[in-house]
């Protein structure tokens, strides 16, 4: 099967910044979209950036101009720069990769078992 596992959360004071890494292994052709989501307490799982194979790159509003997501697409990892991290950006980050797996293996998404961020004011 595949596996995803996230590294590179913990607690940092409002203001600092922390880079999230994710490695995506097992049965892999290849890898189309990846990207990071986070969920709050008490709140659902939202997107937070995704980037294509190609280099596209998607974000929520309430990230952009502070967090990059960048890719090693030969290494299968995606990454996530946060700078100027805020309290409302304490959350539990998950890495998320659709999968092309080898036939007659069916691929999927698939999701990393997150890391928890905090940010303290």
């Known amino acids: 099967q595949v596996q995803l596992v996230e590294s590179g959360g913990g607690l940092v004071q409002a203001g600092g910044s922390l880079r999230l890494s994710c490695a995506a292994s097992g049965n892999i052709l290849s890898v189309g979209i990846m990207g990071w989501y986070r969920q709050a307490p008490g709140k659902q799982r939202e997107l937070v950036a995704t980037?294509?194979?190609?280099?596209?790159?998607n974000y929520a509003d309430s990230v952009k101009g502070r967090f990059t997501i960048s890719r090693d697409t030969a290494k299968n990892m995606v990454y996530l720069q946060m700078n100027s991290l805020k309290p409302e950006d304490t959350a539990v980050y998950y890495c998320?990769?659709?999968?092309?797996?080898?036939?007659?293996?069916?691929?999927?998404?698939?999701w990393g078992q997150g890391t928890q961020v905090t940010v303290s004011a």
């Open positions: 980037r294509t194979y190609g280099g596209n790159t």
């Open positions: 998320n990769a659709e999968v092309t797996a080898p036939w007659p293996l069916r691929g999927g998404v698939y």
